[in-house]
């Protein structure tokens, strides 16, 4: 317990876990051993009946949208923070569903994201993989940004398409927190740190980066980076090697990631339908049917929603609505800065 946080291999070696696996073998596990269904969600069960068009002559595509910043969490928009967020658990699940709903002969992926969780990222890549096995292919079509985790998720795709100024690439992996401890000797506060282990205070925002964290941390960056690019050499079936000299972070508009291997065409979402209907056997001029997830939602539900949120500043005054119009402007990015996990994130650059 001294060492924590464990990596997951090291929970294993020391015994503190069983097995590692992702979600999908989990449940795999418990079909097996126990001879029983698992527990499906009424959501699921809903979205997986429910038919948009009674037309079933026509060959049906589904897109499904992931657009912001990749997190774990899907309840990560608030009033201060409404940047969209890709949720792992429920993008995962819109993957699941549309990959065995009968309905849809092809997937599209439109992809417009500078990354996020690299755990959120792993799981979708993980759902994407898993859905290969019904057949049906997927094709990634990036749009302006799909960086760093937005990439993750894309190379999991069969085909990826970018236009030529999309920002892609970014392979490669950063872990911050905020530190206040400073701020609480000026605010005269005081903190008592109880700690079981050198690791007790590795994300806390009350003590910096000790030498021992920063080692910590370190091999915990080497390591997700290693998986990072093993899995972009595997999925683009290229040598590590060549991996290694476009990745480290490096940053690559669609021309020039066509160039290295990192996508596949250039073209936006209607060449990638385009070339979904060649996939599926439709003619050019054959006219598909298209099912787009997540649905638009309904702007004045979502906003109710928002303000449902305990933590929505509400106030009458004009420095309250310059304060959140100003907190608005840095909210994205101070949200995916202070995780407690390792990100795979890309600034947002300007190309002239």
Request: proline content about 4%.
């Amino acid at each position: 317990m001294a060492q924590g946080p464990l990596l997951s291999r090291e929970a294993l070696a020391a015994g503190l876990v069983d097995h590692i696996s992702y979600r999908d073998e989990f449940e795999e596990y418990i079909l097996t051993e126990f001879k029983t269904n698992y527990t499906l969600a009424i959501t699921e069960y809903i979205r997986a009946t429910r038919s948009e068009i009674n037309e079933k002559s026509k060959k049906t595509i589904a897109i499904i949208n992931a657009v912001g910043t990749i997190a774990r969490e899907p309840n990560s928009q608030t009033l201060i923070n409404p940047q969209k967020v890709i949720s792992s658990q429920r993008f995962s699940e819109l993957i699941k569903s549309a990959a065995e709903n009968e309905e849809f002969d092809a997937i599209i992926i439109r992809i417009d994201s500078p990354g996020g969780s690299y755990v959120a990222s792993d799981t979708i890549w993980r759902a994407i993989n898993v859905a290969k096995k019904n057949d049906k292919p997927i094709i990634a079509s990036l749009g302006n940004t799909a960086a760093s985790g937005g990439y993750f998720i894309a190379m999991a795709a069969d085909t990826i398409y970018a236009q030529p100024g999309t920002i892609t690439g970014s392979i490669g992996v950063i872990l911050n927190k905020f530190v206040f401890e400073e701020l609480f000797k000026h605010l005269q506060i005081n903190w008592e740190v109880l700690k079981f282990g050198d690791g007790g205070t590795l994300f806390s925002p009350s003590k910096d980066f000790s030498n021992s964290d920063l080692k910590r941390l370190n091999k915990t960056l080497d390591t997700i980076y290693s998986d990072f690019t093993l899995k972009v050499a595997s999925s683009r079936n290229l040598s590590l090697e060549s991996i290694q000299k476009i990745a480290r972070g490096r940053v690559w508009s669609g021309e020039d990631a066509k160039k290295v291997g990192l996508i596949d065409h250039l073209g936006g979402l209607n060449m990638a339908i385009e070339h979904a209907k060649t996939e599926i056997g439709a003619l050019k001029s054959t006219e598909v049917k298209i099912i787009t997830y997540p649905r638009p939602e309904d702007p004045f539900t979502n906003f109710i929603n928002i303000l449902k949120e305990n933590n929505a500043p509400l106030s009458s005054q004009d420095r309250t609505i310059n304060f959140v119009k100003l907190l608005n402007t840095y909210a994205d990015k101070l949200y995916i800065l202070n995780s407690d996990s390792p990100l795979i994130y890309s600034e947002p650059i300007t190309v002239k």
